[in-house]
């Protein structure tokens, strides 16, 4: 039902909004007419592809050798020995005695009794020193600026810091006298002989290792041939700075 127009009412007035005509679409451009040229499709032959080169592979590496097992130490492989702790001897029926590893490193073997040394480096070098003072061949200084072996007052000594540089060294006594040889621990060893000939206590690092051997050499004439009966041949040091220029 519809109600009846007021005309009192001006703003209630229904506003009919003209009816807008959509606007004609442009007309779509004639086609043009094919050129002759492009009549006809143009095929373009794809670009030919040549197979891939065979690639030759590098030749096998040779397998490695297996690892080397690190030796046993020498250690390991010497023969038992009595070891040195507090009071030792040594003698004809025990002329053989074996320190640890710390008592052969650390601080200075002393001999008491010993009237000679003679000492031979790793490298060779060889020397002698007498408890009087006298020394030949060449002395093994350390690092230090200290000689490896030689006297200190009468006794004579080795430093087992550098024991590692020594190879061996023979200690030379009287004939039938004893010696005495003394550790920093305060532990000693007494070594004596029932030759006729002079007591003589063999030294022999082994590995870091120290070994004592005591005998009695049967040739007792001189210094030299105490030291050709037990292997030690000592060279006379040549200083080039002591020739006349």
């Known amino acids: ?79 038992p020995a009595p070891a040195v702790s507090g009071r030792a001897e040594l003698d004809a029926e025990s002329p053989v005695a074996r320190l640890d590893l710390l008592r052969s490193s650390i601080g200075t073997l002393l001999v008491e009794g010993a009237t000679e040394v003679v000492w031979e480096s790793t490298d060779l070098v060889s020397g002698t020193a007498a408890v ?53 621990d305060g532990s000693v060893v007494t070594a004596s002989s029932d030759g006729a000939g002079p007591t003589v206590v063999l030294l022999l690092v082994i590995d870091g290792v120290i070994e004592l051997r005591v005998a009695s050499a049967s040739r007792g004439d001189s210094s030299s041939a105490v030291h050709a009966e037990f292997g030690f041949e000592v060279a006379e040091r040549f200083d080039f700075l002591s020739r006349d220029t």
Do not use: Q
Not at 2 to 19: E, G, N, Q
Not at 144 to 150: A, D, F, I, K
Not at 155 to 173: I, K, M, N, S
């Open 1 to 79: 039902m519809t109600s009846p127009v007021r005309d009192d009412l001006p703003f209630l007035k229904r506003r009919i909004r003209p009816a807008v005509t959509p606007p004609t679409p442009p007309a779509p451009p004639a086609a043009r007419p094919a050129s002759p040229a492009m009549s006809h499709p143009v095929v373009r032959s794809a670009p030919s592809r040549t197979a891939p080169a065979t690639r030759v592979a590098p030749p096998a590496a040779p397998p490695r050798p297996p690892l080397r097992t690190p030796s046993r130490s020498t250690r390991s492989r010497l023969f």
């Open 132 to 184: 009087s003072g006298e020394t030949t061949g060449t002395v093994v200084m350390t690092a230090g600026n200290r000689p490896l072996v030689g006297f200190h007052g009468d006794l004579a000594a080795v430093t087992l810091r550098h024991v590692r540089e020594l190879r061996r060294a023979l200690f030379v006594g009287g004939s039938g006298r004893s010696m005495g040889i003394r550790l920093v």
